[in-house]
């Protein structure tokens, strides 16, 4: 294996959304990676505003604002910015994960709290200030239309009242004709190595293209999926999109340990380096 460009010959799909696969692509690249943009999603605006300007307009009475993504913060800052003359958030912002927390930073907002263990739902709960006695909390999560019910659960549990917001959509991709068309391609001819994921819903999506093109029944388990895939590793960036995507695909080879970009390359030198020498 070449030490500069470990990854020179290695065909990789990278499926996250246009806007953000820039990043995870330039870092492949440079490792010599041959990369194919793939998107299974697409980031949009909500299809109204009216959640997260009712929020706006009471934003200074919570206690807590939490973020679980780039994304999130991105829309959310930006409507806020617009609607939210006169109104003074006092309270504390809450990030799942450095890239959330960083996003953030570059807004001029400063994350009082962010989980020091795994960047997942659970370690964010566990860790949370206060919890399991949240009684009197007022929090407020912009977030995607789609995704874990798990801390809204856990928090009302604990006694808070939990406003959540849909700041943007997470949808399949306008280009997906040329997705599916692209995809279809590169499996017929064997020349995908390697197929990133970087959330649940790309794994669905996927799964759901895989099945669309191989003309695979939608109640049939995931053994054709496997059988499709066989020659193609699926490298995922954390737990919850692995478990997306053994559930979906029926497998994952290899999954980041750090839950972001760095962490997913490293998953992937990682794979490649295990299998040359194997």
């Known amino acids: ?109 400063h994350p009082s709290f962010q989980p020091t263990g795994a960047w997942i739902s659970e370690a964010f709960v566990e860790e949370f200030p206060g919890y399991p006695n949240l009684r009197g909390q007022s929090i407020l999560w912009p977030r995607t239309s789609i995704g874990r019910d798990l801390i809204v659960e856990k928090f009302q549990a604990a006694g808070a009242e939990v406003d959540v917001v849909q700041a943007y959509q997470t949808v399949p991709p306008s280009s997906m004709d040329k997705t599916v068309e692209k995809l279809t391609d590169l499996l017929t001819k064997g020349s995908v190595d390697i197929i990133t994921v970087a959330s649940s819903q790309s794994v669905r999506n996927l799964a759901k293209i895989l099945r669309n093109i191989f003309a695979i029944p939608e109640h049939d388990d995931t053994s054709s999926v496997r059988l499709i895939l066989r020659q193609t590793a699926i490298i995922s960036i954390g737990p919850q999109t692995t478990a997306t995507a053994v559930e979906y695909l029926g497998k994952c080879e290899g999954q980041a340990e750090e839950f972001n970009i760095d962490g997913l390359v490293e998953a992937i030198l990682n794979y490649v380096q295990t299998n040359a020498s194997s």
Not at 37 to 65: F, G, H, R
Not at 82 to 100: D, H, L, M, Y
């Open 1 to 109: 294996m070449h030490k500069t460009h470990p990854l020179t010959g290695i065909n990789i799909v990278v499926t996250r959304a246009g806007h953000q696969a820039s990043g995870l692509t330039t870092r492949l690249v440079a490792l010599g990676a041959i990369v194919v943009e793939l998107p299974t999603i697409e980031i949009i605006p909500p299809s109204n505003w009216e959640s997260v300007d009712q929020a706006i307009a009471k934003i200074d009475e919570y206690d807590w604002m939490l973020f679980a993504s780039i994304n999130a913060v991105q829309y959310f800052v930006s409507r806020w910015a617009e609607k939210g003359r006169g109104k003074i958030f006092t309270g504390k912002f809450a990030a799942i994960g450095p890239s959330t927390a960083e996003a953030l930073r570059q807004n001029k907002l």
